[in-house]
C-alpha cells in the first residue's frame, strides 16, 4: 500500500483533504436497516468523522490499520474505542451486529476483500449488516500511492453473495453523477456453498 496514511505527513494532508466529506447519508440509510444502539465497527475510521456520526445513533468501536492514524484518532477522540485491525483480517474475537466502511475497502485486491468478507460474515451476530461503499467502476489503479479498486454492482453482489443477501444498493454522487455506490446486506443464516 505505500507510505500512504502511514507518516503523519500524510494522514495530515488527507485529514486537510477529507474537511465537508461524511458519510451521513450513508448512515441514515445504515440506520433504516439497523436498530439504534446496536454495537458496529467501523472499519478504516481515519480522521474519526463517520465515527462521530455513527455513535450518535450506535456503540461504536474504530479501527484503523495505520499507527498514525489510530494517534489522531485517539488524541482528538479519546472517549473513543479504536483498534488497530488490518481491514481484511479482521483479526478480533468480538462480535458485532454491524460492520461499516466508507470508501475503504476498495484499497483490497479481489481475492483480500473476499477473505474480509469472510470475515466480516464470521465476526457478525446472526442477522448482522453490512454497510460499505465503494468507487464505482472497473479494473485498478495506483493514486497517490494507494491501490484502488473499482467496482460495480455486479462485481460486489458476487464478492458478497455467499455471505450476505443484499438489502440495497444505490449509485449517488460524491465527485461526479455516479461515481459511488453504497452496499447494505443482512448475514445470511449459512454460507453458500
Not at 450506535?58 to 482528538?76: A, W
Not at 479481489?110 to 453490512?130: C, F, M, N, W
Request: proline content about 4%; overall charge negative.
Amino acid at each position: 500500500m505505500g507510505k500512504y496514511y502511514h507518516t503523519k505527513e500524510s494522514v495530515e494532508e488527507y485529514i486537510r483533504s477529507a474537511r465537508g466529506h461524511d458519510g451521513r447519508q450513508v448512515i441514515a440509510k445504515l440506520r433504516e436497516h439497523l436498530p439504534e444502539d446496536s454495537l458496529v465497527l467501523e472499519i478504516g475510521s481515519g480522521p474519526g468523522t463517520d465515527w462521530k456520526l455513527l455513535q450518535k445513533h450506535y456503540r461504536v468501536v474504530g479501527s484503523d490499520q495505520s499507527r498514525e492514524f489510530l494517534k489522531h484518532l485517539r488524541t482528538s477522540i479519546p472517549e473513543g474505542e479504536f483498534l488497530a485491525l488490518d481491514a481484511a483480517s479482521l483479526d478480533t474475537g468480538r462480535l458485532f451486529h454491524g460492520i461499516y466502511s466508507n470508501k475503504v475497502l476498495h484499497h483490497l485486491e479481489d481475492q483480500t476483500l473476499a477473505y474480509s468478507v469472510k470475515r466480516q460474515y464470521e465476526i457478525l451476530h446472526p442477522g448482522g449488516i453490512v454497510c460499505h461503499t465503494f468507487w464505482y467502476g472497473q479494473d485498478s489503479e495506483i493514486y497517490n500511492d494507494l491501490f484502488i479498486n473499482y467496482h460495480n454492482e455486479e462485481s460486489i453482489c458476487k464478492l458478497f453473495g455467499n455471505y450476505f443477501d443484499p438489502l440495497r444498493i444505490k449509485f449517488y454522487k460524491e465527485s461526479e453523477t455516479g461515481d459511488s455506490f453504497l452496499y447494505i446486506g443482512k448475514k445470511k443464516e449459512e454460507p453458500a456453498p
